[in-house]
């Protein structure tokens, strides 16, 4: 799930989309267009109902230190809910079923899912070099139940798409209690790392690969890295607090960024080098994508030159600095909208995997908010909240990256309701966002596909089981953590189904025009 937008305020919803006559789109979608649904490791593998905590517990990780830590828990300003990790939904024991939900209830052909990394290598990996030293360290148990899941995927005929870097770090690799308690004498230091995470990130992506490239065709380097940003350095918030969890580190925030879209590069290319499997038969043995959660922005007042102006700044800071690296090479590296073309960063995007949640709009201010962040911050990020309720800044996001990034394909692989037992909210959400999606394809957008987030409920980062985002129900307090059906996850299915919405659904749900 994507909370990124720790800055929000009110939004409403953009009308450079209207048509004249408003006539909303039919809902339907191409022959060849996949339908999926999302989870993340972390958030779904562990509360195992039967197999041992040894088995199926991960404490590997830092966020895993991150949510169950005391002193972080009762410290003012973590936003730690201090749920345990047992709440979880024990996916690492009941993936078959979950995939049999996904496949045989839902009718889906795909589905995504992440690798953590502290799984596969619970111990350092620096200094070693080449796979049969990398395999000594390895946890080749967590290898082979790896693969026992996506050939269980396959045999149901989903696709996996497999996200290596889905937020965690591993505890050899980042120091969360350490770096929030003292940023600058803390070891190790994560993504400030820059050299060593670079590096073993790449040799933990190119190992997954060799091993499971055979299973695997659709790789995801990492799944949205200014959430990273945001929440870790520059401003924690109840909607998001990732570790190290430190507030106003802007020099931190241009190193990570910048580590960040190395990093993304070396994983492409070790991805692309290791994996010589192909899985699916299409001829082609990796693609290797990047998600990112796009944040469309409006300025207030259009009137206003300086809401415009903040509005574009904002609109680079939280999206197009970023993926001006990850997909042209040109890294900003100070963040001053000045940037360096790379060509070893350059052309390493196969396809681009968008997450929404919000649009947002943007009052300006003639003082610079956050003067040693950047010249760009001529906006007063405290006058910002989040809003849920805009489902036509999804069709904005897709022509976004569209218009900025041309002829690259896209697919939606994250987007949910964060409350679905609001059952009437939670369809009309789905119903208004497929719309929005659909209209985008007809309008020329090239996007492929569509992941629900999330298949059944999840331990929702630092909100832990508050939030409920599953087509499927689970209940934390249940020991055998059965999967309770939703009418949204019917009506996905009669979706998924008919490759269309149905005039019944758009009948009740659909609002009536493009923009309000």
Known sequence: MALILLLAMAVSLFTACSDDDGAPPEGAFPADFLWGAAVAGFQVDMGCPTLDASQCLDTGSDWYVWVTDPQLIAEDGNHLSGDPLSYSPGHWELYETDYDLAAGNLGLKAFRTS?????????????LEGHDELTAVANMDAVAHYRAMFEAMRARGLEPYVTLHHYTLPRWMHDAVGC???????????????ETIVREIAKYAGFVAAELGDVVDQWITQN????VILGGYLLPSEDRTNPPGVAMAFEEVRQVATAMIEAHARMYDAVWAADVGDADGDGEAAQVGLVFSVVPTQ???????????????????????????????????????????????????????VNYYSVVVVEGRSY????????????????????????SG???????????????????????????????????????HLTWVSRAIQDGVDCRGYFYWSLMDNYEWNHGFAMRFGLYGVDPLDPAK????????????????????????????????RSR
């Open 299 to 353: 300025p207030m007042d259009p009137a206003k030159e300086l809401d415009v102006l903040a509005a574009e700044n904002v609109l680079y800071l939280y999206n197009l600095a970023f993926l001006n690296g990850v997909i042209l090479g040109d890294l900003d590296e100070d963040l001053d909208g000045v940037a360096e073309h790379r060509e070893d960063l350059a052309g390493r995007m196969d396809w681009l995997g």
């Open 482 to 513: 059965e999967r309770t059906v939703r009418p949204i996850a019917q009506d996905y299915a009669r979706i998924v189904a008919g490759n269309r919405i149905p005039a019944d659904l758009r009948e009740a749900y659909q609002s009536g025009g």
């Open 180 to 194: 929030h308690l003292d940023l600058d004498g803390c070891s190790p230091r994560g993504w400030l790392d820059r």
């Open 368 to 391: 610079a908010v956050l003067p040693d962040l950047s010249e760009l911050a001529t906006f007063d990020p405290f006058t910002f909240r989040l809003d849920w309720d805009a489902p």
């Open 115 to 127: 690798i953590e990394w502290s799984r596969i290598f619970p111990e350092s990996t620096v200094g």
């Open 394 to 432: 999804i069709y904005e996001a897709l022509v976004l990256v569209r218009d900025r990034y041309p002829d690259l394909p896209m697919i939606i692989t994250e987007n949910g309701f964060g409350d679905a037992e609001d059952t009437e909210g939670a369809r009309k959400f789905l119903v208004e």
């Open 224 to 227: 949205e890295p200014f959430a």
